[in-house]
């Protein structure tokens, strides 16, 4: 269900609190005394200790107000959890995620969470950082739900890169929560990338495969046919199926057996041939981008 996008729910209260406190989160330096420790108290009820420095620098609105009159120490409370909270420290410094398993909630919260505390996306989610790979690790196993996601924020690199797990899904299974997400720009552009796939393929498909020459048991009228005949209906099938969304190993499998249908040499080989291009052709289509 699209609902997974919808930031993931907080914890329920506890009778008591019952803290862990992490470890400070290194800066490149400077004076303890007018920027030191702070400890955010998560919603999980973990206290995570950060210099006060690391969140003023990286934030446009002195993190969403909440460090507006603390002093030098303090604590503050936020409504993300600890694993949240910890993936936001994680994007300030440019280190990689890899303790963390990826999924479109725990994403949600993380750009939402970025967002609240005035923490800009642009660049932080760019190829040559450690969470581009992290999202795109989500898209691979939730492609619809990523891609929607990743659109939502305007991040380009993300939304072309992970529309190509989109090719094989079948434009029938967005729901109304992915297109309002994802918004009409790059919904138009997914409607416009599925056609151009569709007729890439029916393209592809047309040219029957080449005539042989006679031969001592093919040749006749009849023959040349039935050679035809077996391409063009299973051409329609393709066709009738919504060849945009056919994967490269599904095409080969619904083609393949033509082979076995036909009783000349020459004719087998002549459709393995054709078979064969179409599959290496196809496969440079599969994987266009948005």
């Known amino acids: 269900m699209f609902q997974s996008l919808l930031p993931s729910s907080m914890s329920d209260p506890v009778d008591s609190i019952e803290t862990q406190t992490l470890g400070v989160v290194p800066t490149s330096g400077g004076d303890q005394g007018d920027n030191g420790e702070l400890t955010v108290m998560t919603s999980d009820n973990v206290s995570i200790s950060v210099q006060k420095e690391l969140l003023l620098n990286n934030s446009n609105n002195q993190f969403g107000g909440k460090l507006t009159d603390l002093q030098a120490r303090g604590t503050i409370l936020v409504s993300e959890s600890s694993q949240t909270f910890n993936l936001l420290l994680a994007v300030l410094l440019n280190q990689d995620p890899v303790l963390h398993q990826p999924s479109p909630p725990i994403i949600s919260d993380l750009f939402s969470c970025l967002t609240k505390y005035g923490i800009s996306l642009d660049g932080r989610f760019s190829q040559q950082t450690p969470f581009y790979n992290f999202v795109l690790s989500s898209a691979a196993s939730f492609p619809l739900d990523t891609f929607a996601l990743v659109c939502k924020y305007d991040m380009e690199e993300l939304a072309s890169e992970s529309s190509r797990y989109l090719l094989t899904i079948p434009l029938t299974q967005l729901t109304d929560e992915h297109c309002a997400t994802m918004g ?39 023959e040349e046919g039935h050679f035809n005949k077996l391409w063009n209906s299973a051409v329609g ?3 009738w199926d919504g060849p945009g969304s056919i994967p490269v190993s599904m095409l080969q499998a619904k083609l393949e057996p033509l082979v076995d249908q036909l009783q000349c040499e020459d004719c087998r080989y002549q459709m393995r041939e054709r078979i064969q291009r179409l599959l290496v052709e196809w496969t440079t289509v599969v994987f266009a981008e948005l």
């Open 184 to 222: 009409p720009l790059y919904f138009r552009r997914l409607i416009l990338l599925h056609n151009t796939h569709n007729e890439g393929l029916k393209g592809l498909l047309r040219a029957p495969p080449n005539a042989h020459g006679p031969n001592g048991l093919c040749g006749a009228a009849s």
């Open 237 to 239: 099938e393709l066709w």
